[in-house]
Nanobody, 122 residues
Framework: QVQLVESGGGLVQPGGSLRLSCAAS????????MGWHRQAPGKERELVAT???????VYANSVKGRFTISRDNANNRVYLQMNSLKPEDTAVYYC????????????????WGQGTQVTVSS
């Protein structure tokens, strides 16, 4: 069972920055994709950014140019640098890790962290 632990959330003023971190542990096979999703009150969880071990990155249109995802593959860590934060970025941010389901197979099991609150407000 993969465990994911996020850190780095908090309260920040509009225009400010935060850096989220997530560490994965307990995996038996490689964690191909790691990333971040968020869920605001009354809304569905949405993708923010993901990154594979080979470096393929996907960003939500709403965060392009403001957020940067990065990974430390050797240590199963993923980061999200968030700049120029807006009130609409307020949400609980969840880290995900997709572990390969077995040796040589090409399907994955997604695990989630507990989430970290990001609040953008003056």
């Amino acid at each position: 069972q993969v465990q994911l632990v996020e850190s780095g959330g908090g309260l920040v003023q509009p225009g400010g920055s935060l850096r989220l971190s997530c560490a994965a542990s307990g995996n038996r096979f490689d964690i191909n994709l790691m990333g971040w999703h968020r869920q605001a009150p009354g809304k569905e969880r949405e993708l923010v950014a993901t990154m594979t071990t080979s470096g393929t990155i996907v960003y939500a249109n709403s965060v392009k140019g403001r957020f940067t995802i990065s990974r430390d593959n050797a240590n199963n860590r993923v980061y999200l640098q968030m700049n120029s934060l807006k009130p609409e970025d307020t949400a609980v941010y969840y880290c995900n890790g997709d572990e390969r389901a077995g040796r040589g197979v090409n399907y994955f099991t997604r695990y989630w962290g507990q989430g970290t609150q990001v609040t953008v407000s003056s």
